[in-house]
């Protein structure tokens, strides 16, 4: 349980009969003030160059933007609990021959049962010097009384997944009409739409 000042932090609780199977579920709440924050966190021993999957469920009450508010991480640490760099090159010859830090991995959400469940998970790789992975479960900057529970939690070595192609357009556009930033940023929207129809995966602006 952790929180980054103590006058920020929510209630921790573990519902021994809560959870998507009735099997327990670690309880996030905030009390009748805005802007709490704190998580759940768990280390697990991986292999570096291995693939794991996270995968975990939630279910939240009066949280208006779960994906902001009720997130999860995974962060990966050596022996020492430091952070280690990423195995891939730089991507530019002006960075070349420097490490760079792993970043904290962001598992996505899937779809939700007719309870509210919904399922969060992702497959990465660990990166080579790797020893433990750092699974955080947040509750964060939700309204007052906004709750969240997490349960199904786990961390497992799996199968590297199959490679695919990904689709990337850019749109390089100065908006000169309109007086307004709603105005200007509003005469993006026919190009994403242009780019959805195309099937793109990520449209850079």
């Known amino acids: 349980m952790v929180s980054p000042r103590d006058e920020i932090c929510p209630r921790f609780s573990f519902n021994p009969k809560g959870g998507q199977d009735r099997q ?12 709490l924050a704190g998580f759940w966190t768990k280390i697990f021993p991986v292999k570096g160059g ?3 999957r996270f995968s975990a469920v939630r279910k939240t009450e009066r949280v208006s933007s779960p994906r902001r508010s009720v997130l999860a991480r995974v962060i990966w640490h ?41 399922e969060v998970s992702d497959v990465y790789r660990a990166p080579s010097k790797a020893t433990r992975a750092v699974v ?18 786990a961390l497992t ?12 357009a850019t749109v390089h556009h100065r908006p000169r009409d309109g007086k307004t930033p709603a105005e200007k940023r509003e005469q993006f929207a026919k190009f994403i739409e242009e780019a959805a129809r195309q099937k793109a995966d990520l449209v850079v602006l």
């Open 24 to 35: 327990g579920s670690f309880v996030i709440a905030a009390d009748n003030r805005e802007g």
């Open 50 to 52: 291995q693939h794991y």
């Open 78 to 118: 050596d022996d020492k609990g430091q952070n280690v760099t990423r195995d891939e090159p730089a991507a530019t010859r002006f960075m070349e021959g420097k490490a760079f830090r792993s970043e904290p991995e962001f598992p996505m959400d899937k779809g939700a049962d007719r309870n509210g469940w919904t």
């Open 136 to 153: 955080e479960l947040h509750l964060r900057w939700t309204e007052p009384r906004g709750k969240v529970e997490w349960s199904n939690v």
């Open 157 to 168: 070595e799996t199968t590297p997944p199959a490679g695919r192609k990904i689709r990337l």
